[in-house]
């Protein structure tokens, strides 16, 4: 018994006649007949008496007939109880990510979400990749992009993308261009690169040890018995693009953040450091002792998708490690 056989049967009883229900139901009155007949076997009861002038409701078919229409109209409120609940996912997501790959990735997620899932509000926390971990620690933040970091204690982590430090500054003389190297690959010419050794010897702008980057320069620099020839040290990273922009020095720089380099021009040099190269990796961070909800899974897909589109269109230099799709 479905809801499409109670319609039927209430059809016949309206209209006294098999023939007039199959005319105003639009099918043949020997499928209609066949319905009734199946609906009857179903609860074992004759619900129509039959004469020449057409049907007449038995007793069952009477008290079916109230349950049936108190069924169908409880049938139409639950549908459009349901479609007026608001379409998609819903509330507010906070996502924490490192400002260095904020400008690069949170204006196409957040414009992309803003049609896909318009009842999604998010709000964005960018700071320094240690704040974006406490962020998430201190529970301030429902989704995070964790740098170098691929486990924490209290968080689910999963790989997003890994990308190379490159060093970047106005080589006045040409000296540096001389240290460069333009290693070929199937698609052309990749873009130079420069040894960590020869890096470090530039004049460098660096931030504070208390920064990513300066910490994993100063351990590579370690490794290999190096001193840095810092010529500038300053906490904002605004300062570090001004003095650099400027011609004052050389500052590592990640490969998401390469679009807020000046234009190309005769003499500015960017090249990927190697030997040893800086990986940089990002995790997608959730807490581990709550299950996301159902806003905060479509940012992270948000997240992932436009991760991907970047990468794969050239606008990222980055490896993805998210499975392929």
């Known amino acids: 018994m479905d809801?499409?056989?109670?319609?039927?049967?209430?059809?016949?009883?309206?209209?006294?006649?098999?023939?007039?229900?199959?005319?105003?139901?639009?099918?043949?009155?020997?499928?209609?007949?066949?319905?009734?007949?199946?609906?009857?076997?179903?609860?074992?009861?004759?619900?129509?008496?039959?004469s020449h002038a057409g049907v007449t409701p038995t007793p069952a078919g009477l008290q079916l007939y109230e349950d049936a229409r108190r069924l169908l109209s409880d049938a139409d409120a639950v549908r459009e109880r349901i479609q007026r609940l608001p379409q998609g996912p819903e509330g507010s997501v906070t996502v924490a990510v490192p400002f260095l790959l904020a400008s690069l990735l949170m204006g196409p997620v957040l414009a992309h979400l803003k049609t896909s899932h318009p009842r999604i509000r998010v709000f964005v926390l960018d700071d320094l990749s240690l704040m974006v971990k406490n962020a998430m620690l201190d529970r301030r933040a429902d989704?995070?992009?964790l740098v170098n970091t691929a486990q924490v204690d209290g968080l689910r982590c999963k790989p997003l993308a890994r990308e190379s430090m490159y060093i970047s500054g106005q080589d006045a003389d040409g000296a540096v261009a001389a240290l460069l190297r333009f290693p070929g690959n199937a698609g052309g010419v990749a873009r130079p690169e420069i040894d960590f050794a020869q890096a470090v010897q530039l004049p460098l702008l660096l931030q504070s040890r208390r920064f990513s980057i300066r910490q994993n320069v100063e351990d590579a620099a370690a490794s290999l018995g190096v001193v840095l020839n810092v010529v500038h040290e300053h906490d904002s990273l605004r300062v570090i693009r001004s003095l650099y922009r400027c011609g004052a020095g050389f500052a590592f720089t990640p490969a998401c953040s390469l679009s807020d380099s000046p234009p190309p021009a005769e003499n500015w040099v960017t090249a990927r450091v190697v030997n040893p190269e800086?990986?940089?990796?990002?995790?997608?961070?959730?807490?581990?002792d709550r299950t996301p909800s159902l806003a905060a899974c479509a940012v992270m897909e948000a997240l992932e998708q436009m991760s991907r589109h970047l990468i794969r269109a050239g606008l990222w230099e980055a490896d993805l490690l998210l499975p392929e799709q």
């Open 3 to 50: 809801l499409r056989t109670l319609r039927y049967f209430i059809a016949v009883l309206e209209a006294g006649s098999l023939s007039r229900a199959a005319g105003s139901l639009f099918i043949a009155q020997p499928a209609l007949t066949a319905q009734i007949k199946k609906l009857e076997a179903e609860l074992g009861a004759k619900l129509f008496e039959r």
């Open 278 to 288: 800086l990986p940089r990796s990002y995790h997608l961070a959730t807490l581990a």
């Open 143 to 145: 989704v995070g992009i």
